[in-house]
């Protein structure tokens, strides 16, 4: 039966855990190994987040807002059901830049006397409403703030059609707080419903039940009838149609894209139905992505019902859909079962890298997810590289108190909380191993997870996994542990020959590359040497055409050897590239590679000065940074 008041299982399960706590006292060794605060007390704080759930906590949202392109803003009301502890007084919720107008309760006429609290950096401002033992329903007029981050307006030059405006939403990590006030906690959940009026042309979509065209009145009703977190908000609104792909599952894009986004993603409906073979049934009815404008800050966001995708995946050839297959997992790990804070972000990520590369398996073979295993294995090694191995960005279970969540993202959540997962795949078989995680997504559907429970689970479940990989080293430990698998892969083992024949003096177009897949050949260019000279890499580019690739991340891989090597012939691309694509991951790669000589460093600046009016405010504030 679904519990009507979801954050009270979640506490419940709190209750559970602290009761549990005497078979979890940490040994000195794992407690040495840990290095950051326990958790102690009753309540698991969310250090990203002003609620006080075990008070009042938000069950239900009702947004009515009515989207300007003129202005820029987004104004209406959000009207929060509210559950209350006996005796609570005070309803907190999370804004950051928000206008409030006024706030009332329990009817249109009940203004309540509301109050902001002091900013904090990154967090915003606490917003109290005085509560009544008889409030039930929490009512904010407001309105968004210039430069809220989580949105970015796109004017129709940024568009692929060039003649309307267009407005998407990031609300994760915290971001949700810019445009809505609400518990902005990941350990928090509730249902909503939206009504949002759009300019007649565009179609508003949402992380909801959608509609597949446009109507006439430009006001759009929505419904999200399964309790998530508010960093699963999402808003869509643009000149954008749909295509179907399966009966469950369709694409929509801007008109321009829409036929390119439905070649790509026909596979679709398999995927979903090898994510429903491995790990069960998907929880959300519909599944469809919407393909955004080129500044999408990331590859993917997993928005319920409706991943939002970069459309730097539309290869043409379908390699790049992995990402697809990585979203959709996320229907299971991070959307049904929810990392409660975001030290406990690897729980999100590297369970969706484990279950992504599962489902390419299923469709593709054992050999296509073993290159994808090997390639996420090479990030790993330089993420831990980059950071030093002792450093504690590098543990699964981070300590972000103080610090912007963002600064948690890295490939340490997805490819150590991955090789995590599949060491102890690898001590007890997949057969049992598969079992767990299924019991797993059941047992704590619509639930949120912490590290401290998720281990106690394991212990309990598959206690020989548990002793056997050393447990708290993988999860409080820094770096790289010494039990770790090595994945390899046949296929770029014979990739490897080619680079050694090319090294050797075979010309290029001597080279065995026939049938070759992107991520061959993205394996090929990482493993180029370091330092080329300008006419081996013109020898290269004349005979495979590198730098006029179509595939993103071939093209972004070649543009950093290229900068490495001064390759000028390539520097027109680069400079299109940056201008064009605001996904973080290639930006972030590709200025800090310039940045590493002086020359380098001007050229960053003068291009992003040029393109950072194209970039979401996620990335911007990564690269201010980067470049300042
Ligand atoms: N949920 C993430 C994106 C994210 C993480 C946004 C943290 C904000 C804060 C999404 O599922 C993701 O992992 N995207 C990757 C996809 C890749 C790993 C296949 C990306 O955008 O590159
Ligand atoms: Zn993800």
């Known amino acids: 039966m679904q519990n009507p008041f979801p954050i009270f299982r979640a506490f419940t399960g709190l209750l559970l855990i602290i009761a549990a706590g005497s078979c979890h006292n940490p040994t000195a060794s794992e407690k040495q190994a840990m290095n950051t605060q326990p958790d102690t007390g ?83 401002r606490p917003l109290y409403v005085p509560l009544t033992p008889a409030t039930r329903q929490v009512t904010v007029h407001y309105r968004t703030g210039p430069g809220a981050a989580a949105l970015q307006w796109l004017t129709p030059e940024q568009t692929a059609g060039k003649t309307h405006p267009f407005l998407f939403t990031q609300s994760q990590a915290i971001l949700a ?110 599944y469809d992505l919407i393909v955004l404008p080129p500044s999408f800050p990331f590859g993917g966001m997993e928005n319920p019902k409706l991943t939002f995708a970069t459309p730097t995946i539309l290869a043409g050839d379908r390699s790049l859909t992995s990402l697809v297959a990585h979203e959709l997992a996320h229907s299971w790990s991070g959307n049904l079962v929810t990392n409660q804070t975001w030290n406990d972000f690897w729980l999100n990520e590297g369970f969706t890298v484990y279950f992504e590369r599962r489902i390419m398996e299923e469709l593709y073979g054992a050999d296509y997810a073993q290159m994808l295993e090997v390639l996420g294995y090479q990030d790993l090694v330089n993420t831990v590289q980059d950071f030093g191995a002792n450093s504690p960005d590098t543990q699964l279970r981070l300590n972000l108190q103080g610090r912007d969540p963002d600064d948690g993202v890295s490939d340490i959540a997805y490819e150590k909380g991955n090789a995590f997962l599949r060491r102890l795949e690898a001590v007890v078989g997949r057969a049992q191993w598969d079992g767990f995680v299924r019991k797993y997504f059941g047992a704590f559907a619509f639930q949120s997870m912490n590290t401290e429970r998720f281990l106690d689970y394991l212990k309990k479940e598959l206690p020989d996994a548990y002793r056997t990989a050393d447990v708290p080293v993988w999860v409080y430990g820094r770096g790289f542990p010494a039990d770790a698998l090595h994945p390899k892969s046949e296929r770029f083992e014979a990739v490897e020959k ?54 993103a991340e071939m093209l972004a891989a070649w543009l950093l050897s290229a900068v490495r090597n001064g390759y000028e012939p390539a520097y027109p691309a680069l400079e299109k590239f940056l201008v064009t694509v605001g996904r973080r991951k290639f930006l972030v790669s590709l200025y800090a590679q310039l940045s590493k000589t002086p020359e380098g460093r001007e050229r960053a600046k003068a291009i992003y000065a040029q393109a950072r009016p194209n970039y979401h405010s996620v990335a911007t504030s990564t690269l201010d940074e980067l470049l300042k």
């Open 177 to 286: 707080r810019t445009w809505v006030p609400v518990q902005d906690s990941p350990g928090i959940r509730f249902t909503y419903d939206a009504t949002v009026r759009v300019p007649k042309e565009l179609l508003a979509l949402m992380s909801a039940d959608n509609p597949q065209t446009r109507n006439d009145s430009g006001v759009y009703a929505f419904r999200m009838e399964r309790p998530i977190p508010a960093y699963l908000l999402a808003l869509s609104v643009g000149d954008v149609s749909f295509a179907p792909v399966g009966s469950r599952t369709g694409v929509y894009a801007e008109p321009a894209t829409l036929e390119k986004a439905a070649y790509e993603f026909a596979e679709m409906e398999k995927m979903l139905e090898a994510a429903e073979r491995i790990y069960g049934a998907y929880a959300w009815g519909r």
């Open 498 to 551: 080619s680079v050694l024949a090319w090294k050797l003096g075979t010309a290029p177009g001597q080279l065995f590359t026939k049938n070759w897949s992107a991520h061959e050949w993205l394996h090929f260019i990482r493993q180029l040497p370091e330092n080329m000279t300008p006419t081996q890499m013109g020898e290269l580019d004349a005979a495979f055409g590198f730098t006029d690739s179509g595939n």
């Open 42 to 124: 009753l309540v698991i704080r969310d250090v990203h987040s002003f609620a006080r759930p075990e008070e009042a906590a938000v069950t239900h949202l009702s947004l009515g807002l009515t989207v300007d392109f003129s202005s820029k803003t987004l104004s209406g009301t959000a009207t929060l059901t509210v559950r209350a502890a006996p005796g609570a007084d005070t309803l907190v919720l999370d804004t950051r830049g928000l206008v409030i107008e006024k706030v009332t309760a329990d009817g249109p006429d009940n203004a309540v006397a509301h109050r902001l609290g002091d900013e904090v950096p990154f967090l915003g």
